[in-house]
């Protein structure tokens, strides 16, 4: 039988987060958001990026919470992810596009895929 691992999402909301003790919870490692709303770099991503790495936890990937409603929207929020992860030249991991945000049901499923 497969061993469990659990994969947190940390993001600014989660200010002390404490590293060094993720693993007696068996947290492998997270998956941290990389920018916010206006495609700013969420204020904690540094500093838990490096807490991860510090900490020899897996950052499993980054997502971004889109608040896009159209293509050029889209296409700046996905610049702002690859300038950002840029100046992280080790990460390795998967780059995940978070759609939740509640005015994008409306632009149905054509746009959406």
């Given at each position: 039988?497969?061993?469990?691992?659990?994969?947190?999402?940390i993001?600014?909301w989660?200010?002390?987060?404490?590293?060094s003790?993720?693993?007696t919870?068996?947290?492998k490692?997270?998956?941290?958001r990389i920018?916010?709303?206006?495609?700013a770099?969420?204020?904690?991503?540094d500093?838990?990026y490096?807490?991860?790495?510090?900490?020899?936890?897996?950052?499993a990937g980054?997502?971004?919470?889109s608040?896009?409603l159209?293509?050029?929207?889209?296409q700046?929020?996905?610049?702002s992810?690859?300038?950002?992860l840029?100046k992280y030249?080790d990460?390795?991991g998967?780059?995940f596009?978070?759609l939740?945000?509640?005015?994008q049901a409306?632009?149905?499923?054509?746009?959406?895929?």
């Amino acid at each position: 039988m497969a061993e469990e691992c659990r994969i947190m999402d940390i993001s600014a909301w989660q200010t002390n987060v404490p590293y060094s003790k993720l693993a007696t919870h068996n947290i492998k490692g997270a998956i941290l958001r990389i920018t916010e709303r206006n495609n700013a770099i969420d204020s904690m991503f540094d500093t838990h990026y490096k807490g991860m790495i510090t900490n020899n936890l897996v950052i499993a990937g980054v997502y971004k919470y889109s608040y896009a409603l159209s293509i050029a929207e889209i296409q700046a929020e996905a610049n702002s992810v690859v300038t950002t992860l840029r100046k992280y030249p080790d990460f390795k991991g998967v780059v995940f596009l978070d759609l939740e945000y509640d005015k994008q049901a409306a632009l149905g499923k054509n746009m959406l895929t």
